[in-house]
């Protein structure tokens, strides 16, 4: 059974196909749900992830939308409001910054302002990352700008697995949500995915490798660099814990910090630059929390402050790979734990 709209069972499936199985199962399972975006419905999804849904579901509940995230997600907003669950397709990250206001001063305070008598149940489907060419336009990393705003949930899904349920997560939650993917996953190498089921609440960290030397944390394209690190520090000896974030708001603090407990350090990567990322925010919490358990300060690893050069050379000279990731680590295990925390290191790199 492999069939992207299966029902139940094990498939194999790519990491688009897993997404084009959940929004599948939640047109099929949730009659209040409507999908809609640029070239969503006839094309099939400028990367193919939205594919037949359109012949399934019918015209009426996917749709294609003029070039506009204003109005998409203007529209969202009021709709779930009235009782629908949209999800709405934002064919770049990017080009959700126009759509800032509905997104961040209406959708996320939505219970808020209604005293918790109204709920603004959308999902936005975005993407974002650089691949080979992608420019500065269509290569941000903007998970720590959404992080920032209370009432929206962010989830950044690494695995196959992950982006079948946590887009069904999102989709039920009653919360406004946003599923940040990676166009460079979208057509990998299948990977098992368990459909059907039931959907699990939005939030939760995974191990994905256990360890006991330290702890890297990481969440979309980047968890398979940090897994490739951990394999190359598993050969000199080093027991690296990598942990898969997958969702950052609402963020699985007891998990990340059970595990830093057990190895006493941790190193966070991420492909946004360094100032501001995300990681800057476990940094603190982890240090705050555990200073006395720590063998060593917690360290970052992400792009530098820069815009993404459309050049490949270029991305792979700055953003984080395997042989960067254990080096950092290397490092940061060798650093006695006697060592005063250094004051004024911003990325640790």
Not at 44 to 69: C, H, M, N, Y
Not at 241 to 248: D, L, Q, T
Request: charged letters at 20%; hydrophobic letters at 45%.
């Amino acid at each position: 059974m492999h069939e992207a709209g299966a029902l139940t069972g094990t498939a194999p499936l790519s990491f688009g196909k897993a997404v084009n199985a959940a929004l599948a199962r939640a047109l099929r399972e949730m009659p209040d749900t409507i999908l809609y975006g640029e070239d969503v419905g006839k094309p099939g999804g400028v990367f193919g992830v939205t594919k037949d849904l359109r012949q399934q579901a019918g015209k009426a509940r996917v749709f294609d939308t003029p070039i506009s995230e204003t109005a998409m997600l203007g529209v969202a907003v009021g709709a779930a409001m009235s009782g629908l669950r949209p999800i709405v397709e934002i064919m770049w990250i990017d080009f959700s910054l126009v759509a800032m206001d509905q997104i961040v001063n209406q959708a996320a305070n939505v219970r808020y302002v209604s005293a918790g008598k109204l709920r603004a149940p959308l999902t936005i489907r975005t993407q974002q990352g650089a691949t080979p060419g992608s420019c500065a336009q269509h290569s941000q990393n903007l998970e720590a700008l959404y992080a920032h705003i209370p009432g929206l949930r962010v989830g950044i899904p690494a695995t196959a697995q992950d982006a079948y349920s946590m887009l069904l997560a999102a989709i039920r939650s009653d919360d406004p949500a946003m599923i940040i993917e990676h166009r460079a996953m979208y057509h990998g190498e299948p990977q098992s995915v368990e459909l059907g089921g039931p959907i699990e609440e939005v939030g939760g960290a995974h191990i994905a490798r256990a360890g006991r030397d330290l702890t890297i944390v990481a969440w979309g394209a980047m968890l398979f660099q940090a897994l490739e690190a951990a394999a190359l520090l598993a050969a000199e000896g080093i027991a690296a814990e990598v942990v898969n974030a997958r969702w950052i708001a609402p963020f699985d603090w007891s998990t990340l910090l059970a595990s830093v407990r057990r190895t006493g350090r941790l190193l966070v990567v991420h492909e946004a630059n360094v100032t501001g990322g995300f990681g800057a925010e476990i940094a603190a919490r982890v240090q705050a929390e555990l200073f006395g358990h720590l063998h060593a300060p917690v360290q970052r690893l992400g792009v530098d402050d820069c815009r993404i050069p459309a050049a490949p050379h270029l991305q792979a000279a700055l953003i984080p790979d395997a042989a960067r990731i254990a080096d950092a680590a290397r490092r940061q295990v060798a650093e006695c734990a006697s060592t005063p925390s250094p004051r004024g290191k911003g990325s640790g790199r």
